[in-house]
């Protein structure tokens, strides 16, 4: 139920884990049939897939990811009247539901499906008296490189008439960046902007797409104009079109370029120089802004799908921070390092130049970090038929991030597959400065965002079936990112994966990091931090070079609460898994447990809770 706005501008015990409200409780009666709940079922899970293509229809953007060929001449709107239309056809449908179905004569199954429903719904009204709290542009959403790399990744240029859609979706994309220039001026209104680093950054990449031909006489050529010209020598080189139809196109693609997404770039750089004399050069979290305790609890809540305050997340952060510096302790020790802890971390930073920890800083190096990361990701693709039945079909490749939005430092990413599998899942990694990617982590990240982390699971939800559509698009980021921050760990139970202690200390480094993270979000936009008392929190208690370090920091200051989601959902994981280990004794299946958590795609940690506890009941009466 979040429009694309949000969802762009948006990866110890959790009994307070909250459920969806406002759903039926009563069990189901007698009398009810197995051949009228097989019907209701049927008939609801109709009307969920014909709700999802009238959700579906008001944003062009997700029906390209999603590999459709409709209105690929237009761009999302993303205008506050968009926005309120998208949420009274929520309500309406949710009120539509409750009026026609009956929940007690749904399968399980379905019953998820009606709950998640509901619950997108309130997480979406929760969220209502916040969006003039929330950054429209940084360097962490990066909506404005966005529209480029859409354009570039995403589009599909095979016939005459989407390239033309490709020269209309240039124009749209200016009017996009017009609308959003408008809520970011209106947010800053209301006192919401966000550090003055994020404004530098945005100015950056703006100016970076708007550099080189056909925007200015520079002598290489922008991102955007190599594309147009590689899509159009393609359709040349297949026949689909003509000498003369390739001038006419590029010409109509210059003078979009030139005449309609250049001054919006332009009028999105003059917006963030006005305004970034008003930001604060000293970072802080949004607990600081108006309204800014109320937005960090909500954005809490969105993003955890808990009831946990921050206060228990920044108590839950330290705890395992403690546990977590007691396992690198043994790993120093493993390795004959004569120093604290401490010392080690500064020892790891400091040897960039030793081949063995890092790879070079040169295109040579960049291009042997893509080959061990593919690598990482093959070997362990093997083994996966021996812990999962459910397998995904589309394939994983690994991508150096573009230029024009590319960042030292940066997180890696991931972007899903088509639900068909005709376009892979891809591994976006930030390489610009290759001291930020240490060998060490280089495992850790491919399992986290390729297999079995993000790629299996985003994969398998897109493929599968016997669900309603809107279930297998979902992203609930506590679930999303708790998978994939569990199946690092879950690779150590898997044969050839961290052969040896740095690599395993890279493991534990990347789980300590989400451990930070809850601590530092926390005290970012709860207890008043500074940017430079987080960064040194993060460096005491991690490996990572500052440069990387201080990027996470400030991702953390721009999106509230996002970070503390990827701890939260691995740690309900690994206690859904414990509790199923123990009822279950010998009749535990890693196969069946993954199966059921991957196999009902993205949803709230509570009702994940449920469906894990009746595949218990089930193999116990089996």
């Known amino acids: 139920m979040r429009s694309l706005l949000t969802a762009l501008l948006a990866s110890t015990a959790l009994a307070a884990c909250g459920g969806a409200s406002d759903t039926p409780q009563s069990a189901a009666p007698a009398e009810i049939t197995a051949e009228a709940i097989a019907a209701e079922t049927d008939r609801v ?6 709700k999802f293509e009238e959700q579906l229809a008001f944003s062009p953007i997700q029906q390209t990811f999603l590999g459709r060929d409709t209105n690929l001449d237009q761009i999302d709107d993303f205008s506050v009247e968009a926005e309120d239309a998208q949420l009274a056809w929520a309500r309406a449908s949710v009120e539509e539901l409750k009026a026609n179905f009956n929940y007690d004569a749904l399968t399980p199954e379905a019953q998820t499906s009606y709950d998640i429903w509901i619950y997108l719904l309130e997480q979406t009204e929760a969220s209502l008296p916040f969006r003039e709290n929330a950054y429209v542009f940084d360097q962490m959403t990066a909506v404005q490189s966005f529209f480029p790399q859409l354009l570039i990744s995403f589009h599909p240029a095979t016939t005459l008439e989407s390239m033309e859609d490709y020269i209309a979706r240039i ?12 809520r970011s001026k209106a947010n ?21 797409i708007i550099t080189g031909h056909p925007f200015s006489e520079a002598e290489d050529d922008s991102a955007l104009w190599t594309d147009v010209n590689i899509k159009l020598d393609t359709l040349l080189d297949a026949g ?15 003078a979009a370029l030139v005449n309609d997404l250049m001054p919006a770039y332009e009028r999105l750089i003059a917006w963030q120089k006005e305004d970034m004399v008003n930001a604060a050069d000293v970072g802080t979290g949004v607990g600081a802004l108006p309204n800014g305790e ?26 395992e921070v403690a546990r977590l510096r007691t396992e690198m302790e043994a790993i120093k020790n493993e390795v004959g390092f004569e120093g604290d802890l401490k010392a080690f971390f500064n020892y790891l930073r400091d040897t960039k130049d030793d081949e063995t920890l890092y790879f070079p800083n040169t295109d ?70 290759m001291t930020a990617m240490p060998k060490r982590e280089l495992e850790v990240i491919a399992y986290h965002e390729g297999l079995p982390g993000h790629h299996m699971q ?44 740095y690599s395993q200390f890279g493991r534990l480094g990347s789980e300590m990091w989400r451990a930070i993270r ?27 070079p500052e440069t990387q370090a201080r990027s996470e920091i400030r991702r953390y200051m721009v999106l509230p609460g996002q970070a503390t989601s990827y701890k939260i959902g691995m740690l309900k994981i690994l206690d859904l898994r414990a509790r199923a280990e123990a009822e279950l004794g010998d009749a535990f299946d890693i196969r069946g447990f993954h199966d059921t958590v991957l196999g009902g795609g993205a949803m709230p940690l509570s009702i994940l809770e449920q469906r894990i506890d009746r595949w218990i009941e089930t193999v116990k009466a089996a």
Do not use: C
Request: hydrophobic fraction near 40%; glycine fraction near 8%; charged fraction near 20%.
């Open 45 to 50: 899970n109709a009307w969920f897939d014909a």
């Open 171 to 182: 124009s749209a994309s200016a009017r996009a960046l017009d609308q959003l220039i408008a």
């Open 188 to 208: 800053a209104a209301a006192g919401t902007r966000p550090p003055l680093f994020a404004f530098e950054s945005v100015i950056k990449q703006s100016q970076d």
């Open 240 to 254: 689909t079109i003509t000498d003369d139809q390739r001038v006419d196109l590029l010409g109509h693609a210059e």
């Open 294 to 319: 109320a937005y960090y609890n909500e954005r809490l809540a969105n993003n955890t799908t808990t009831a946990f305050t921050s206060e228990e997340i920044h108590e839950i952060g330290l705890a």
């Open 364 to 433: 040579e190096g960049r291009e042997g970090y893509i080959t061990d990361a593919t690598a990482a990701i093959d070997g362990i693709k093997a083994e996966l038929p021996n812990y999962f039945g459910l397998l995904p079909k589309a394939d994983i490749v690994v991508k150096r991030v573009e230029a024009f939005r590319e960042q030292d430092g940066a997180a890696q990413h991931y972007y899903p597959s088509t639900p068909d599998g005709s376009r892979p899942g891809t591994y976006y990694a930030h390489l610009s400065d």
């Open 458 to 501: 985003i994969a398998i939800a897109q493929e599968l079936t016997g669900i309603p559509t809107f279930r297998t698009q979902q992203g609930f980021t506590a679930y999303v990112e708790g998978w994939a921050l569990y199946s690092e760990l879950l690779a150590t139970e898997i044969p050839g994966t961290y052969p040896d202690p």
């Open 518 to 544: 809850l601590v530092v979000d926390t005290g970012l936009h709860a207890k008043g931090w500074t940017e430079e008392e987080a960064l040194a929190y993060f460096l005491d208690n991690a490996a990572a």
